[in-house]
């Protein structure tokens, strides 16, 4: 059974940091690249950051460029997420994804989605 599972949400003061991780099962992180998609309340999901499962490269949105990190654990079938100066926009409730080379930040394209951590920050 494929199942995204992500953790590490929290309540945070503006300017700090967290590291959402999204542990990945009934598949490797060689099958599929895995992205970072957030919704704020009112707000359509927005990709966030994504990583790429054949060379490792990255994309991020315009928004978290040089505050966020996407990286993954291949030992433990992890992806992460460090979050770094942390602002209030940046609350939301944050999905990762499974989805094809190619094609972040198209959502619809991913497969398989975990069930969200939310992230509050706070001014």
């Known amino acids: 059974e494929v199942q995204l599972v992500e953790s590490g949400g929290g309540l945070v003061q503006a300017g700090g940091s967290l590291r959402l991780s999204c542990a990945a099962s009934g598949f490797t992180l060689d099958d599929y690249v895995i992205g970072w998609f957030r919704q704020a309340p009112g707000k359509e999901r927005e990709g966030v950051s994504c990583?790429?499962?054949?060379?490792?490269?990255?994309n991020y949105a315009d928004s978290v460029k040089g505050r966020f990190t996407i990286s993954k654990d291949i030992a433990e079938n992890t992806v992460y997420l460090q979050m770094n100066s942390l602002k209030p926009e940046d609350t939301a409730v944050y999905y990762c994804?499974?989805?094809?080379?190619?094609?972040?930040?198209?959502?619809?394209?991913?497969?398989?989605w975990g069930q969200g951590t939310q992230v509050t920050v706070s001014s």
């Open positions: 994804a499974a989805g094809p080379y190619g094609q972040w930040p198209d959502e619809g394209f991913y497969r398989y």
């Open positions: 990583i790429s499962n054949t060379d490792g490269r990255t």
